[in-house]
Structure formats: structure tokens, C-alpha cells
């Protein structure tokens, strides 16, 4: 997928002026972050559960080499191929090998985020194969010329129903549907024809689970189970940061998972799958995995590690002040929020995406319902850092920041410096004591007033205090 | 696109790259026998993370947790009065006019449950995997969650998985001594009763469901519109 996070800016001002899109956000905003309160309620230790969560994710990590090769071997002895991916290049060319090989024509597809960082699916329709996104948010989004997803889970959620009936209407070419029901209806019966006409399903991986060679595949429409149970050929696409020990290690996660994600306390379809068929059994005849690197071991290797844990449930963005006045386009790539405002300048180049790191308040809502506990502010705080050294923000800014680090080193000139511009300040508040422009925060400004200074610095009144014999408050 | 033939032949020297990465990116060497042997304790030991603290009897928690998820639950003492009752829950559906079709006295089920006297009960069942057009699956369960009113399903030649995902309806008969406390003890029973993975595993928590559009919930997104559960004693 193009990467178009650079211009982060100039689409969220686009976002923040679009009537409709703000609606919509309205309309879902809060409902994930209510629903995952009442969960983590629910749960007498869900701090024990995040720890524990957070402990089985940076095991493997620690030892990431070791855990590959033992969920190989184990995936290797149930009857599955396990197949490497270097760059995103690598998997389609893999999956486009794997059609070829097995004779196949349609393949149906049920949700995988990496195989959105590689465009898979315009690959396959460029090999002249034919391809279906079965997640119903994620069908949505093909059928309107592939549209990017702006939520994990929900990569429709910035749509609005009558939005969704318009497509319908129009690529469907049928009657035009009012309600929500009528029109998931509608999409069950055009995806229920693909299943049972495909030759091969592609899935992405909750899980891997080392001990047996099993994915783990977590859906509440029961797409995932169709899309993998119904063709001869199965394709299972994940990072290779996805595995876990064992079947319990991959229970304690399938707690926190969907609790954090939509406040389920367990999802609809949890399909434990490995290797093909057995004797007189239908369904899968070949199975593969392709697990993916396309920028895992540079993470791995860098200072922001610890955001491989991610198990993808969203919190981040559903608690983000910032993702819940935009939505997810601006961020410009696959993953959006908090996570996204890591994971994309990390697989797509922090040249190409350094704003999005840039784009929070670090208020850290983000890092107290990670159920993995990525410490995700600390970890955007570190990007910003390697912004500055790498010079990739405009000239301007870094100069402001050097002048704001020269005088802050030097405690008189910033004592001086601060009477002065506090004073300057209260004369510009005016009577009002309000400031409503400001020439160098003139973005700041341009959204709500500052209130102006009442003329003396903190260190002044400190020491006025102490000097009346008062006790510092 | 280049590549095409190859790929997958050549996969030997990307995996060695892969793995040359991730152990430079973590620092090693080749010469991993001690994190290999803390792995091994790992998978010998398989600890358990923090659970829920059950309280009450499982059957009761079962069926409650699963009402909750919108299945529903009835108890019956003998598996003989399973077909009657099924017969008695599809005379109960109360559909929406454009489901009216669903309801419906004739579907599939599993072999096991092939010898019960359907035509008794007025339905007619065959005793073979379903197919995209069968309205009504009947299917046994390899145990059930407690914690969570889950339904497990082990696929099988004579469990095959399509009987619970493609029909509208989908009964499943359980029975009671069959409900267990979490995941973890369903992975306990499969170890104890099966010799190898299955190719299938699914935990079934309901009807299958989409909240895609404006987060509104829809029952029957790609599976079943609802799920019964008939826990025989």
C-alpha cells in the first residue's frame, strides 16, 4: 500500500473539515472504549492478565529464533509447508506460486493486515486471479475501489450506513437497501456464493502456536472458518512476531484479546487450525504458511521493540484523543493510532512517516489499556528523538527546538528570558486576558484562544512566597 | 510481478536471511542450546495464565454465558428425545418475513446422530456434511466451555465443520458430563482422547455476528443466524 503518511497534516485538517466523516465518528465514538471498560471489569485481575499477556509476547520475542524454528518443525510434522517472506514483494509472489501450483482460479480471503502492507490482493487480480475480501468491513472497502481501512478491527467504522447502501446499490446493481440488516443480508448472500466456488482461502494469523504448528484465527462473523474449512488450499499469512509458546499461552491472550477489542469476553469463532484434512474428511488439502520479516527484525532490533508484542485489538486508537477526532486515513498506511504512529515509520521509513509519531499529546491513554502493556508514548517519544537527529522535520522547527535547548541549559538566561516574554505575553492578552493570536503558534491559536499569563514567571511567585515566609504550595 | 516459478524452491536461502536477522537483531549467535532448553521446560510445563474464579455449577454457567452470547439452552434427561425437541424449536423460531424461509423440518446432521428417529418427530435429517443451500444443522459437540458458553468442535470425517457454519440453524447436542471449565481443560481432553492435532478446532461462542456497519450488531453476518444448544443429562 502506498505510503501517504507524510502528509498527516494536511488530511487530518481534511478530516476535521469533512461534515460527514465527523458525524460518523461521532456515531461509534466511545461505544469501544465503554464495552471494553465493562469487560475489563468483569475480569476480578485483569492487571494479572495484562501482565501475563505482556510476559508470553516479549518470551518468544526474547528468543524469537528459537520459537520459529520449533512452531516450523511442529507445523512441518502436521502435514503444512512453511514458507519464509523477506519483503512484502516476497509474499505475493509466494501466494501468486502456491495459486499456480494448485490450479486455482478464485480465492476467498479473510482478514490480514500484512497482506495489506504488500497490496496482495490488486497482486492477484493483476496475475489475472480473482480475489474476495470476506470480512464484511473489509468487503466493503474492496467493492469501493479498494479503499485503505481506518480501524483494526472495524475498517469501515468511518462509514456510515446509507454510505454502505449507495456502494451496494451501485456495484450489486440492485434495489437500493435502507436498513443495516437488509444490507449485511444482502452481502452474506453474494460472499456465501464465493465460498463455495473458491479454490483457495487466505488468512492471516491471530496466533501461531509453536507447540503444535497450529494459527489461530479469531473472527465474530465465522468468516475465517468458511474461508479456511471450505477450499482445497490454504494460505495463513502472519509476521513472524505472531507466535506463542503454547495452546495455554494462546488461551491467556484469546481472555485479553477481545475483552480489549470490542469488551467480548471471548470472540464469536476461534478456529485452532493445523495442517490438512484427515482421512475421509473434506476441506483443506494443502496448507501453507508464509511468515513474514518486511521489517519485524528492525524493530526487533531497534530501541521501539517492544511494540512487536501488539496483538492488534485496537485499544490504542479506540482511547486516542487524536484517532477519535480524525479517524484512521490520516495516519496514511495500514495501521493507524498509537500503534500505527510506531509500526509505520518503522516498515515504512521514518522519512516517509515522521509526523504521525509527532501527532499525539503523549497523554498515555494509549499505554494504560495496551493489553500487552506497549509502553506506546515512551516509544513515540524515541521516534521523535530520531526525527530531530535525522533532520527529517522542517528546518524551522528543529531551530526552535535548539534555541528552546540552548536557553533552557542555562538557568539565568532562562529565568531572564521567561520574565520577559511572560510580561510581553500579559500586555498582549489585553484586557480580555486572552490570548487569540499568536504569530509563532499561529496553528496553536488558530482552534482556541491562550490564556494569557498574569505577568510573573512560577520561579517569581515560588520565591515571593518563600520570602513572605509562607509555605511553598 | 516478477518471480512466478522459484519461489517457493529458493524459500531455503529467504528463511536463512529471516533467521540471520533475527538472531543479529537480538544479539546471538548460532549456538542457542540453552534458550532452546528453556523453551523445552516451557512447552513441558504449558503454565497457566490468570483465570476467572469460577463459582457455580458448570452446566448452570454454561447455559447462562451462553444465552448471554445469544444462543440458547435446553436440558433434556435422554438423547431419544432429542428429534421431538428439535421439531418443538423450529415450530418456536419467530423469523423476520425475510427469514420466513429458515424455517424449515428438514436439514442435515452428524452420523453419530444419524440413527435418532427424525421422521418420528416429523423432520427429515440426512446424515451427511452440509452443503451451501441446507437450512438446518444438527451437530454433535467434542465438549463445552463453562467459562465462557462456548461450544467446542472437533472436525472430523464424521465431524465435518461445515454442519455447524453453513446452515441458518445450527442444534448442537452436548452432553452435560461434557462441559468444562476454560480452554485450557478442552486442550486437556484433546490431548487425553486424541493421538494428533486435528486439522479443526472450533470454539463456537454463538450465532455469527458483525457490528461493521456503525458498530450495530447483525446476527447471521456469514453463519448461522442462531445456535441451540440441547445439553442431554
Same mark, same amino acid.
Given at each position: 500500500m502506498r505510503v501517504a503518511s507524510i502528509e498527516f497534516k494536511a488530511r487530518a485538517g481534511e478530516k476535521l473539515a469533512d461534515a460527514t466523516l465527523q458525524r460518523n465518528l461521532v456515531r461509534v465514538k466511545g461505544k469501544f472504549a465503554a464495552k471494553r471498560a465493562a469487560a475489563m471489569a468483569g475480569f476480578h485481575d485483569f492487571e494479572g492478565l495484562r501482565e501475563a499477556g505482556r510476559e508470553i509476547r516479549q518470551r518468544t520475542l526474547d528468543d524469537l529464533d528459537v520459537w520459529l524454528g520449533i512452531f516450523e518443525r511442529s507445523a512441518t510434522a502436521g502435514g503444512a509447508t512453511v514458507l519464509w517472506a523477506r519483503t512484502p514483494d516476497d509474499i505475493n509472489r509466494l501466494v501468486l506460486e502456491i495459486a499456480f501450483r494448485h490450479g486455482v482460479r478464485k480465492i476467498v480471503k479473510s482478514k490480514s493486515m500484512v497482506s495489506e502492507e504488500s497490496s496482495l490482493d490488486r497482486a492477484i487480480e493483476a496475475a489475472g486471479l480473482e480475489v474476495i475480501e470476506t470480512d464484511l468491513g473489509e468487503y466493503i472497502l474492496q467493492i469501493n475501489g479498494y479503499e485503505p481501512p481506518? @480501524?483494526?478491527?472495524?475498517?469501515?467504522? @468511518?462509514?456510515?450506513k446509507e454510505e454502505v447502501a449507495d456502494l451496494f446499490h451501485r456495484r450489486h446493481k440492485t434495489a437500493r437497501k435502507e436498513g443495516i440488516e437488509d444490507l449485511c443480508l444482502e452481502a452474506r448472500a453474494v460472499l456465501r456464493e464465493h465460498y463455495l466456488t473458491a479454490d483457495m482461502g487466505i488468512s492471516g494469523g491471530n496466533f501461531f502456536v509453536a507447540e503444535t504448528g497450529s494459527v489461530v484465527l479469531v473472527t465474530n462473523e465465522g468468516n475465517a472458518t468458511l474461508a479456511t474449512g471450505l477450499p482445497r488450499v490454504h494460505v495463513a499469512i502472519s509476521g513472524i512476531e505472531k507466535i506463542v509458546p503454547t495452546l495455554e499461552d494462546a488461551a491467556t491472550l484469546l481472555r485479553l484479546l477481545p475483552r480489549s477489542a470490542t469488551?467480548?469476553?471471548?470472540?464469536?469463532y476461534v478456529d485452532v487450525l493445523t495442517g490438512v484434512r484427515g482421512?475421509?474428511?473434506?476441506?483443506?488439502e494443502h496448507m501453507y504458511y508464509i511468515l513474514v520479516d518486511a521489517g519485524r527484525t528492525d524493530v526487533l532490533a531497534s530501541?521501539?521493540?517492544?511494540?512487536?508484542?501488539?496483538?492488534?485489538?485496537g485499544a490504542c486508537m479506540n482511547h486516542c484523543p487524536v484517532y477519535q477526532s480524525i479517524?484512521? @486515513?490520516?495516519?496514511?498506511?495500514?495501521y493507524p493510532g498509537p500503534i500505527g504512529s510506531i509500526l509505520t515509520p518503522m516498515y515504512a521509513g521514518l522519512e516517509n512517516a515522521h509526523p504521525l509519531p509527532a501527532a499525539?499529546?503523549?497523554?498515555n491513554q494509549c499505554g494504560v489499556v495496551c493489553p500487552v502493556k506497549i509502553p506506546l508514548p515512551d516509544l513515540q517519544r524515541k521516534l521523535r528523538e530520531r526525527t530531530f537527529e535525522r533532520r527529517l522535520a522542517p528546518w524551522s522547527e528543529r531551530a526552535a527546538l535548539r534555541l528552546w535547548s540552548w536557553v533552557a541549559a542555562r538557568p539565568a538566561l532562562y529565568g531572564a528570558s521567561m520574565r520577559v516574554v511572560a510580561r510581553l505575553l500579559r500586555i498582549w492578552g489585553?484586557?480580555? #486576558?486572552?490570548? #487569540?493570536?499568536l504569530p509563532p503558534g499561529g496553528g496553536w491559536t488558530a482552534g482556541r484562544d491562550l490564556p494569557a499569563p498574569d505577568g510573573r514567571t512560577f520561579r517569581e511567585q515560588y520565591a515571593a512566597r518563600r520570602r513572605a515566609g509562607g509555605k511553598p504550595r | 510481478m516478477s518471480g512466478g516459478p522459484g519461489a517457493i524452491e529458493s524459500n531455503a536461502a529467504v528463511r536463512a536471511a529471516v533467521m540471520a536477522r533475527v538472531r543479529s537483531a537480538l544479539g546471538v549467535?548460532?549456538?542457542r542450546a540453552a534458550a532452546q532448553s528453556a523453551a523445552a521446560s516451557r512447552l513441558a510445563a504449558r503454565p497457566f495464565g490468570p483465570r476467572p474464579l469460577p463459582a457455580g455449577d458448570p452446566i448452570e454457567r454454561f447455559a447462562a454465558r451462553a444465552l448471554e452470547l445469544s444462543s440458547t439452552v435446553e436440558r433434556l434427561?435422554?438423547?431419544?428425545q432429542v428429534p421431538s425437541a428439535v421439531a418443538r424449536y423450529l415450530e418456536s423460531l419467530d423469523l423476520a418475513p425475510a427469514l420466513?424461509?429458515?424455517?424449515?423440518r428438514r436439514g442435515v446432521c452428524w452420523p453419530e446422530l444419524g440413527t435418532l428417529d427424525w421422521t418420528g418427530a416429523g423432520l427429515e435429517i440426512e446424515p451427511r456434511p452440509a452443503r451451501g443451500d441446507d437450512r438446518l444443522g444438527v451437530t454433535g459437540a467434542f465438549c463445552a466451555i463453562a467459562e465462557t458458553g462456548t461450544l467446542v468442535l472437533v472436525t472430523g470425517a464424521a465431524t465435518p465443520s461445515s454442519t455447524m457454519i453453513l446452515p441458518d440453524t445450527h442444534i448442537a447436542v452436548l452432553r452435560a458430563?461434557?462441559?468444562?471449565?476454560?480452554m485450557e481443560e478442552a486442550y486437556a481432553l484433546l490431548r487425553d482422547e486424541r493421538a494428533t492435532m486435528p486439522r479443526g478446532i472450533h470454539f463456537v461462542s454463538g450465532p455469527s455476528r458483525t457490528?461493521?456497519?456503525?458498530?450495530t450488531i447483525v446476527l447471521?453476518? @456469514?453463519?448461522?443466524f442462531r445456535v441451540h444448544v440441547v445439553v442431554v443429562d
Amino acid at each position: 500500500m502506498r505510503v501517504a503518511s507524510i502528509e498527516f497534516k494536511a488530511r487530518a485538517g481534511e478530516k476535521l473539515a469533512d461534515a460527514t466523516l465527523q458525524r460518523n465518528l461521532v456515531r461509534v465514538k466511545g461505544k469501544f472504549a465503554a464495552k471494553r471498560a465493562a469487560a475489563m471489569a468483569g475480569f476480578h485481575d485483569f492487571e494479572g492478565l495484562r501482565e501475563a499477556g505482556r510476559e508470553i509476547r516479549q518470551r518468544t520475542l526474547d528468543d524469537l529464533d528459537v520459537w520459529l524454528g520449533i512452531f516450523e518443525r511442529s507445523a512441518t510434522a502436521g502435514g503444512a509447508t512453511v514458507l519464509w517472506a523477506r519483503t512484502p514483494d516476497d509474499i505475493n509472489r509466494l501466494v501468486l506460486e502456491i495459486a499456480f501450483r494448485h490450479g486455482v482460479r478464485k480465492i476467498v480471503k479473510s482478514k490480514s493486515m500484512v497482506s495489506e502492507e504488500s497490496s496482495l490482493d490488486r497482486a492477484i487480480e493483476a496475475a489475472g486471479l480473482e480475489v474476495i475480501e470476506t470480512d464484511l468491513g473489509e468487503y466493503i472497502l474492496q467493492i469501493n475501489g479498494y479503499e485503505p481501512p481506518s @480501524h483494526l478491527v472495524g475498517p469501515a467504522l @468511518h462509514k456510515s450506513k446509507e454510505e454502505v447502501a449507495d456502494l451496494f446499490h451501485r456495484r450489486h446493481k440492485t434495489a437500493r437497501k435502507e436498513g443495516i440488516e437488509d444490507l449485511c443480508l444482502e452481502a452474506r448472500a453474494v460472499l456465501r456464493e464465493h465460498y463455495l466456488t473458491a479454490d483457495m482461502g487466505i488468512s492471516g494469523g491471530n496466533f501461531f502456536v509453536a507447540e503444535t504448528g497450529s494459527v489461530v484465527l479469531v473472527t465474530n462473523e465465522g468468516n475465517a472458518t468458511l474461508a479456511t474449512g471450505l477450499p482445497r488450499v490454504h494460505v495463513a499469512i502472519s509476521g513472524i512476531e505472531k507466535i506463542v509458546p503454547t495452546l495455554e499461552d494462546a488461551a491467556t491472550l484469546l481472555r485479553l484479546l477481545p475483552r480489549s477489542a470490542t469488551g467480548q469476553p471471548i470472540s464469536n469463532y476461534v478456529d485452532v487450525l493445523t495442517g490438512v484434512r484427515g482421512e475421509g474428511e473434506g476441506g483443506v488439502e494443502h496448507m501453507y504458511y508464509i511468515l513474514v520479516d518486511a521489517g519485524r527484525t528492525d524493530v526487533l532490533a531497534s530501541e521501539v521493540r517492544e511494540a512487536l508484542r501488539c496483538i492488534r485489538c485496537g485499544a490504542c486508537m479506540n482511547h486516542c484523543p487524536v484517532y477519535q477526532s480524525i479517524g484512521g @486515513h490520516p495516519y496514511g498506511w495500514v495501521y493507524p493510532g498509537p500503534i500505527g504512529s510506531i509500526l509505520t515509520p518503522m516498515y515504512a521509513g521514518l522519512e516517509n512517516a515522521h509526523p504521525l509519531p509527532a501527532a499525539s499529546t503523549l497523554c498515555n491513554q494509549c499505554g494504560v489499556v495496551c493489553p500487552v502493556k506497549i509502553p506506546l508514548p515512551d516509544l513515540q517519544r524515541k521516534l521523535r528523538e530520531r526525527t530531530f537527529e535525522r533532520r527529517l522535520a522542517p528546518w524551522s522547527e528543529r531551530a526552535a527546538l535548539r534555541l528552546w535547548s540552548w536557553v533552557a541549559a542555562r538557568p539565568a538566561l532562562y529565568g531572564a528570558s521567561m520574565r520577559v516574554v511572560a510580561r510581553l505575553l500579559r500586555i498582549w492578552g489585553g484586557r480580555e #486576558r486572552r490570548i #487569540r493570536r499568536l504569530p509563532p503558534g499561529g496553528g496553536w491559536t488558530a482552534g482556541r484562544d491562550l490564556p494569557a499569563p498574569d505577568g510573573r514567571t512560577f520561579r517569581e511567585q515560588y520565591a515571593a512566597r518563600r520570602r513572605a515566609g509562607g509555605k511553598p504550595r | 510481478m516478477s518471480g512466478g516459478p522459484g519461489a517457493i524452491e529458493s524459500n531455503a536461502a529467504v528463511r536463512a536471511a529471516v533467521m540471520a536477522r533475527v538472531r543479529s537483531a537480538l544479539g546471538v549467535s548460532d549456538d542457542r542450546a540453552a534458550a532452546q532448553s528453556a523453551a523445552a521446560s516451557r512447552l513441558a510445563a504449558r503454565p497457566f495464565g490468570p483465570r476467572p474464579l469460577p463459582a457455580g455449577d458448570p452446566i448452570e454457567r454454561f447455559a447462562a454465558r451462553a444465552l448471554e452470547l445469544s444462543s440458547t439452552v435446553e436440558r433434556l434427561a435422554r438423547v431419544e428425545q432429542v428429534p421431538s425437541a428439535v421439531a418443538r424449536y423450529l415450530e418456536s423460531l419467530d423469523l423476520a418475513p425475510a427469514l420466513a424461509a429458515q424455517r424449515t423440518r428438514r436439514g442435515v446432521c452428524w452420523p453419530e446422530l444419524g440413527t435418532l428417529d427424525w421422521t418420528g418427530a416429523g423432520l427429515e435429517i440426512e446424515p451427511r456434511p452440509a452443503r451451501g443451500d441446507d437450512r438446518l444443522g444438527v451437530t454433535g459437540a467434542f465438549c463445552a466451555i463453562a467459562e465462557t458458553g462456548t461450544l467446542v468442535l472437533v472436525t472430523g470425517a464424521a465431524t465435518p465443520s461445515s454442519t455447524m457454519i453453513l446452515p441458518d440453524t445450527h442444534i448442537a447436542v452436548l452432553r452435560a458430563d461434557r462441559i468444562v471449565e476454560g480452554m485450557e481443560e478442552a486442550y486437556a481432553l484433546l490431548r487425553d482422547e486424541r493421538a494428533t492435532m486435528p486439522r479443526g478446532i472450533h470454539f463456537v461462542s454463538g450465532p455469527s455476528r458483525t457490528g461493521d456497519i456503525e458498530q450495530t450488531i447483525v446476527l447471521g453476518a @456469514h453463519g448461522p443466524f442462531r445456535v441451540h444448544v440441547v445439553v442431554v443429562d
